[in-house]
């Protein structure tokens, strides 16, 4: 069991390193974003009170990440059956969907490479399709900005926080690193959907965001610890954190961005456009030096090096494991 775990793992975090999610290919995301759409309609349609829509979105919580985690479950089990050893190949291919090292590189590079050709247009036009901010109109500081702070937010939900729960469910006898990390995704994906505060999603998505929140907390804070040791400057990392962080609305998104921002010595935060409307983010670290491509590409590396600490930490711990019960 111990050793499989393992396995799974490292072929997991190996294909997100070669692969990542290729274009065109089924992913368990699509299936729970369709899902959530098709729910998310049925209730608009039929439920109007504000107390009903909040029950279904505890419904609608609850429901997708528990079902998510026992779909894992069951396909490994599934795949057990039909052919010993196959559970291996599934699980590492499920595993690696919960990883988004590589997309997220992918997506940062899709607006780095037209930038730094010089062409804005096109490097708006991507970015718009990762970002929520208006993007026609921003300068190429504010693209990086923005590239920066996509990069740095997503490296917790959506690299980091799902590997948590993949080994935190390795360790657990019965349970596994899928069905774990299957769940958070779903709860992750829940809150990029409707955990929003404002309408229509207000009292629908109230409960997936608030959950979202907590189910991230620990995972983030890691994160905090990690990439302040890789700095050099762990103290300080925590401290510009605990100073600018806290003032963020997310519990969770300004303290990821703010480690990674005193990290590498940049400011974060500041106007962003919404459909028009200018909201206004906190200032996050200190201004030291300009946003600049290289600096991204550093805190990616960053991401991947904390990736790979926690990743080759618990593949270690599982196959001692594993040769403990062997004697």
Same mark, same amino acid.
């Given at each position: 069991?111990?050793?499989?775990?393992?396995?799974?793992?490292?072929?997991?975090?190996?294909?997100?390193? =070669?692969?990542?999610?290729? !274009?065109? !290919?089924?992913?368990?995301?699509?299936?729970?974003?369709?899902?959530?759409?098709?729910?998310?309609?049925?209730?608009?349609?039929?439920?109007?009170?504000?107390?009903?829509?909040?029950?279904?979105?505890?419904?609608?919580?609850?429901?997708?990440?528990?079902?998510?985690?026992?779909?894992?479950?069951?396909?490994?089990?599934?795949?057990?059956?039909?052919?010993?050893?196959?559970?291996?190949?599934?699980?590492?291919?499920?595993?690696?969907? =919960?990883?988004?090292? +590589?997309?997220?590189?992918?997506?940062?590079?899709?607006?780095?490479?037209?930038? $730094?050709?010089?062409?804005?247009?096109?490097?708006?036009?991507?970015?718009?399709?990762?970002?929520?901010?208006?993007?026609?109109?921003?300068?190429?500081?504010?693209?990086?900005?923005?590239?920066?702070?996509?990069?740095?937010?997503?490296?917790?939900?959506?690299?980091?926080?799902?590997?948590?729960?993949?080994?935190?469910?390795?360790?657990?006898?019965?349970?596994?690193?899928?069905?774990?990390?299957?769940?958070?995704?779903?709860?992750?994906?829940?809150?990029?959907?409707?955990?929003?505060?404002?309408?229509?999603?207000?009292?629908?998505?109230?409960?997936?965001?608030?959950?979202?929140?907590?189910?991230? !907390?620990?995972? %983030?804070?890691?994160?905090?610890?990690?990439?302040?040791?890789?700095?050099?400057?762990?103290? +300080?990392?925590?401290?510009? %954190?605990?100073?600018?962080?806290?003032?963020?609305?997310?519990?969770?998104?300004? !303290?990821?961005? %703010?480690?990674?921002?005193?990290?590498?010595?940049? $400011?974060?935060?500041?106007?962003?456009?919404?459909?028009?409307?200018?909201?206004?983010?906190?200032?996050?670290?200190?201004?030291?030096?300009?946003?600049?491509?290289?600096?991204? +590409?550093?805190?990616?590396?960053?991401?991947?090096?904390?990736?790979?600490?926690?990743? =080759?930490?618990?593949?270690?711990?599982?196959?001692? +494991?594993?040769?403990?019960?062997?004697?």
């Amino acid at each position: 069991m111990w050793f499989e775990q393992a396995a799974i793992l490292a072929i997991a975090a190996g294909l997100d390193f =070669c692969l990542g999610d290729p !274009w065109g !290919w089924p992913h368990p995301v699509q299936v729970m974003g369709w899902g959530i759409g098709v729910y998310s309609q049925a209730v608009f349609k039929v439920i109007k009170a504000p107390i009903g829509q909040r029950l279904a979105g505890i419904v609608l919580g609850v429901g997708l990440i528990v079902g998510s985690g026992l779909t894992g479950w069951a396909l490994l089990w599934l795949a057990r059956v039909v052919q010993p050893g196959m559970d291996l190949l599934v699980g590492a291919v499920l595993l690696a969907s =919960c990883f988004a090292g +590589r997309s997220l590189r992918r997506a940062a590079e899709d607006v780095l490479q037209p930038l $730094q050709h010089g062409d804005l247009a096109a490097a708006r036009q991507q970015l718009s399709r990762y970002v929520g901010r208006d993007t026609a109109d921003l300068n190429e500081a504010e693209i990086l900005r923005a590239v920066m702070e996509t990069v740095t937010e997503n490296a917790t939900d959506g690299v980091l926080a799902p590997l948590f729960y993949a080994l935190v469910g390795a360790f657990l006898p019965g349970v596994g690193s899928v069905p774990l990390a299957l769940a958070y995704k779903a709860a992750s994906t829940l809150d990029s959907m409707v955990g929003y505060r404002e309408a229509p999603y207000t009292d629908l998505g109230w409960f997936s965001a608030r959950l979202e929140d907590g189910l991230t !907390w620990l995972p %983030c804070r890691l994160v905090v610890v990690t990439i302040g040791l890789l700095s050099g400057q762990p103290g +300080r990392v925590w401290r510009i %954190c605990r100073r600018d962080a806290i003032a963020d609305p997310s519990p969770n998104a300004g !303290w990821s961005e %703010c480690a990674y921002a005193a990290t590498l010595g940049v $400011q974060l935060g500041g106007p962003n456009r919404y459909r028009g409307v200018i909201k206004v983010k906190p200032k996050l670290a200190d201004d030291l030096q300009p946003i600049t491509p290289d600096l991204i +590409r550093q805190a990616m590396d960053l991401t991947r090096s904390a990736f790979l600490i926690g990743l =080759c930490s618990a593949v270690a711990g599982l196959i001692g +494991r594993g040769l403990l019960n062997l004697r």
